[in-house]
């Protein structure tokens, strides 16, 4: 169980456009998702926190008109690059926690999404 | 800004070896996870440790927490050429009702067949 499904996995696209990229809890409803960004060979940076139905939460630096977050259900989140640029070229990846049985639960990763603007 | 350090931050082993890495940590936290991240994939989570807790099994895995030195250390036994990947510790930090998890900079392990 526990699934986190993350799409697409890899966009390709010029520079200016925008990208929306999914993120879908398949089995479990997820009071809480999670937006991080990894550079490569580096550990996970936390962008935003978004709960079900409320604005998101964004991270110190990050920009939220660059960045929207959309969390419409308890089992879809959303984040949209808007006008990307090649410094926003990444590693993009979703995770979500079911937040019922108290605060000691794991969050559980989506595959992840390579977006590289040219 | 991360909370964890990892130690190592390369492993290499053969076959069938334990693989020790280690995490520390700064601030006072909720619980400790480690994951492991395959090349180009996401995170799997392995196993959560909670502060009161001060080791945890999961087949192959063992895991430690010392609070008072803020450390965690993950052993993986008898390891397998699968085994080969990213791993990384987060600690989870109350904050505003919620806690979010703060990454390590992840040791990535190596096994050679």
């Known amino acids: 169980g526990a699934v986190v499904s993350q799409h697409p996995s890899r966009v390709i696209c010029k520079s200016g456009t925008s990208v929306k990229i999914e993120c879908r809890s398949l089995?479990?409803?997820?009071?809480?998702m999670f937006w991080y960004r990894q550079f490569p060979k580096q550990s996970l940076m936390l962008m935003a926190t978004?709960?079900?139905?409320?604005?998101?939460?964004?991270e110190q630096g990050v920009e939220k008109d660059k960045f929207l977050i959309n969390h419409a259900s308890l089992t879809l989140s959303t984040l949209t690059v808007t006008s990307a640029h090649p410094e926003d070229s990444s590693f993009y990846i979703c995770?979500?926690?079911?937040?019922?049985?108290?605060?000691?639960?794991?969050?559980?990763f989506g595959d992840g999404t390579r977006l590289s603007i040219l | 800004s991360q909370q964890g350090e990892e130690d190592p931050q390369a492993l290499s082993i053969q076959e069938g070896e334990n693989a020790t890495m280690n995490c520390s940590y700064k601030?006072?936290?909720?619980?400790l996870q480690w994951y492991r991240q395959n090349s180009g994939r996401g995170l799997v989570h392995l196993i959560l440790i909670r502060s009161n807790e001060r080791e945890k099994h999961s087949g192959r895995l063992r895991v430690t927490l010392d609070t008072s030195k803020k450390s965690s250390s993950l052993l993986i036994t008898a390891s397998r050429a699968a085994d080969t990947a990213s791993y990384f510790c987060a600690t989870a930090i109350s904050r505003h009702n919620d806690y979010k998890l703060s990454f390590g900079a992840g040791t990535t392990v190596t096994v050679r067949a």
């Open positions: 995770s979500a926690r079911q937040d019922r049985g108290g605060s000691n639960q794991p969050q559980h």
């Open positions: 978004s709960n079900e139905g409320s604005k998101a939460t964004y």
């Open positions: 089995d479990f409803q997820a009071t809480t």
């Open positions: 601030t006072s936290i909720n619980n």
